[in-house]
């Protein structure tokens, strides 16, 4: 069975940073590309990046209002990506889900993990 | 940015009746490599949205039959024959044809 679990959500200041980790489970790492996706409460999801797997070159990209303060990255070695999220701002606010990219579609996703930034 | 648009935003629904939900892209959702990259999924609060169809009429595995897809172009349905008090929540659509994924704003479905 797929699993993908996100951690790491926490309530945090404005211009603080966080990193969200994704462990993915049931399925061979390395061969996969995933994605972030965030939903902020009361809005619909909106895509935030994907990374490649390393064999494609591993590249990360990204949506255009997340760019520069958003870092996707992953360790094969550990089933794991990452969302690295400096500069944070009160619109960061969201449940941030990690998906597969089946390619044109997101076949499993996690249940997020929630971030919140307050003063 | 490709702008995907649900309707209806709310769906009473009666069970053992059929439901409906559109959902209409700004552009075409045909790719270069001629699949059309349509999704469907449910999400019920504190679980994993759950994709039920992919490219606009494959039915995932395990998904009931009462589940289906259909449309082409910038036009989309997904249909239930008979509402169950299992499909209560959100379902919502996501084109994958464009580089940047886009969303519907989500059906949710009260029986």
């Known amino acids: 069975e797929v699993q993908l679990v996100e951690s790491g959500g926490d309530l945090v200041k404005p211009g603080g940073s966080l990193r969200l980790s994704c462990v993915v489970s049931?399925?061979?790492?390395?061969?996969?590309?995933l994605n972030w996706v965030r939903q902020a409460p009361g809005k619909g999801l909106e895509w935030v990046g994907r990374?490649?797997?390393?064999?494609?070159?591993?590249?990360?990209s990204y949506a255009a209002p997340v760019s520069g303060r958003f870092s996707i990255s992953r360790d094969d070695s550990k089933d794991t990506m990452y969302l690295q999220i400096n500069s944070l701002k009160t619109e960061d606010t969201a449940v941030y889900y990690c998906?597969?990219?089946?390619?044109?579609?997101?076949?499993?996703w996690g249940r997020g993990t929630r971030v919140t930034v307050s003063s | 940015d490709v702008v995907m648009t649900q309707s209806p935003l709310s769906l009473p629904v009666t069970l053992g009746q059929p439901a409906s939900i559109s959902c209409r892209s700004s552009?075409?959702?045909?790719?270069?490599?001629?699949?059309?990259?349509l999704n469907w999924y449910h999400h019920r609060p504190g679980q994993s949205p759950r994709r039920l169809i992919y490219?606009?009429?494959n039915r995932d595995s395990g998904v009931p039959d009462r589940f289906s897809g259909s449309g082409s172009g910038t036009d989309f349905t997904l249909e239930i024959t008979r509402v169950e008090a299992e499909d209560v929540g959100i379902f919502f659509c996501?084109?994958?044809?464009?580089?940047?994924?886009?969303f519907g704003q989500g059906t949710k479905v009260e029986i």
């Open positions: 998906t597969t990219d089946d390619g044109g579609s997101a076949a499993y």
């Open positions: 049931g399925l061979t790492f390395s061969n996969a590309k």
């Open positions: 990374i490649n797997k390393k064999v494609d070159g591993g590249a990360p």
């Open positions: 552009q075409s959702l045909v790719h270069s490599n001629g699949n059309t990259y």
């Open positions: 490219k606009v009429s």
């Open positions: 996501m084109q994958g044809t464009h580089w940047l994924w886009t």
